[in-house]
C-alpha cells in the first residue's frame, strides 16, 4: 500500500509542477526575457491571452492580431489567407507545437513580423507559450 502511494505522489507531482521546468524552451526565452529586462519575473498565461486576442495593427493590413489567421478560440483549427487549415494552437490538442525550438523560432520570426511589423521579445514569446500551454 505505501509503495502505491509513493508512486502516486511522484505521478502526481509530474503532473502538478509548474510546466516551465519541463519546458527548455520557456527557459531559453526566460533566459533571454531577464536580459531584455531587468525587472521580468515570470510568464503570465494572462499576458499571452492579452497578446494573442490583441488587435495589434502594426504589422500587415490583412493580419492586425493573431487571430486573423488561427481565430479567438486556440482550440479550434485556424486559417491561412491562402485558404490552408492550420492546426490549433493549444498545446492540449497539438502538444508537438513547441517542442522543437527551430520550428517554434521559424513560426514566431514569420508571424510577429506579419502581425508587429517587427520581432517578438522574448517575454511575448514566453507569455504566448504560457499561455497556449492553458488551453
Given amino acids: 500500500m505505501k509503495k502505491i502511494l509513493f508512486a502516486s505522489l511522484i505521478a502526481s507531482s509530474f503532473f502538478l509542477a509548474p510546466s516551465s521546468w519541463a519546458s527548455p524552451l520557456l527557459d531559453g526565452y526566460a533566459t533571454q526575457a ?62 508537438e507545437r513547441y517542442t522543437d525550438p527551430h520550428k517554434v523560432e521559424k513560426w514566431f520570426r514569420r508571424n510577429c513580423n506579419s502581425v508587429l511589423g517587427r520581432a517578438c521579445t522574448a517575454l511575448e514569446k514566453g507569455d504566448f507559450i504560457t499561455f497556449m500551454k492553458t488551453q
Avoid: M, W, Y
Avoid at 479550434?76 to 490552408?84: C, H, I, L, N, V
Fill in 34 to 95: 531577464k536580459q531584455e529586462q531587468a525587472d521580468f519575473s515570470g510568464f503570465s498565461a494572462k499576458r499571452g491571452q492579452r497578446f494573442f486576442q490583441a488587435r495589434h495593427g502594426t504589422g500587415k493590413a490583412e493580419t492586425p492580431s493573431c487571430t486573423s489567421c488561427h481565430g479567438n478560440d486556440a482550440k479550434q483549427s485556424g486559417q491561412t489567407r491562402a485558404g490552408k487549415v492550420i492546426a490549433p494552437l493549444a498545446s492540449s490538442l497539438s502538444p
